[in-house]
T-cell receptor, first 115, second 112 residues
Framework: KAGVTQTPRYLIKTRGQQVTLSCSPI?????VSWYQQTPGQGLQFLFE???????NKGNFPGRFSGRQFSNSRSEMNVSTLELGDSALYLC??????????????FGPGTRLTVL | GENVEQHPSTLSVQEGDSAVIKCTYS??????FPWYKQELGKRPQLIID?????GEKKDQRIAVTLNKTAKHFSLHITETQPEDSAVYFC???????????FGKGTRLSVIA
């Protein structure tokens, strides 16, 4: 079974621009979560999508948004980029369900650099 | 909401020694505690997890212990090897409908 994939793997943007990142989950997984990883801050939760609906949201400004399509693929968008948005953006997919032990499988990440 | 604190942020050990990483959580309703390992340039991968109805779980050289009363859990790696060098993240969640909350990570270096 193919793992979680993310595109693009690397991006360089300038301040004020916007960017869209894509995540394709493992086949059969209906939940997709997004995280921002920066040195010293660990994995900070952005949002989670399940069945095309945002189910949970972290403490990030409204410039960060996302969506999920009917095939469970997800995109996240960052508008009006700031230097502090430079980070590795990881998505993770998991089976749907209420069990807390549904394992999250991570993608390789998209490295975003804002100049 | 849930808050997870992880210590230490960096840890260096000699090959063959043991390593211990500790995490505390704030939400007493949390009942699932996974540990992820992230090697340099790679994605985080689950290495072991524990549910709140279990006090300890082992998998070869890796073990996790949980103290629900004190709201802390720990990762123990015995007989460390150079390939154990990585960043380790602990996490906690209350249900499948709530997000995993991660600690800030521990960078483990195993010195040969």
């Amino acid at each position: 079974k193919a793992g979680v994939t993310q595109t693009p793997r690397y991006l360089i943007k300038t301040r004020g621009q916007q960017v869209t990142l894509s995540c394709s989950p493992i086949s059969g997984h209906r939940s997709v979560s997004w995280y921002q990883q920066t040195p010293g801050q660990g994995l900070q939760f952005l949002f989670e999508y399940f069945s095309e609906t945002q189910r949970n949201k972290g403490n990030f400004p409204g410039r960060f948004s996302g969506r999920q399509f009917s095939n469970s693929r997800s995109e996240m968008n960052v508008s009006t980029l700031e230097l502090g948005d430079s980070a590795l953006y990881l998505c993770a997919s998991s089976l749907a369900g209420t069990s807390p032990s549904n394992e999250q499988f991570f993608g390789p990440g998209t490295r975003l650099t804002v100049l | 909401g849930e808050n997870v604190e992880q210590h230490p942020s960096t840890l260096s050990v000699q090959e063959g020694d043991s390593a211990v990483i500790k995490c505390t959580y704030s939400d007493s309703a949390s009942n699932y505690f996974p540990w992820y390992k992230q090697e340099l340039g790679k994605r985080p991968q689950l290495i072991i997890d524990i549910r709140s109805n279990v006090g300890e779980k082992k998998d070869q050289r890796i073990a996790v212990t949980l103290n629900k009363t004190a709201k802390h859990f720990s990762l123990h790696i015995t007989e460390t090897q150079p390939e154990d060098s990585a960043v380790y993240f602990c996490a906690a969640r209350t249900s499948g409908n709530t997000p995993l909350v991660f600690g800030k990570g521990t960078r483990l270096s195993v010195i040969a």
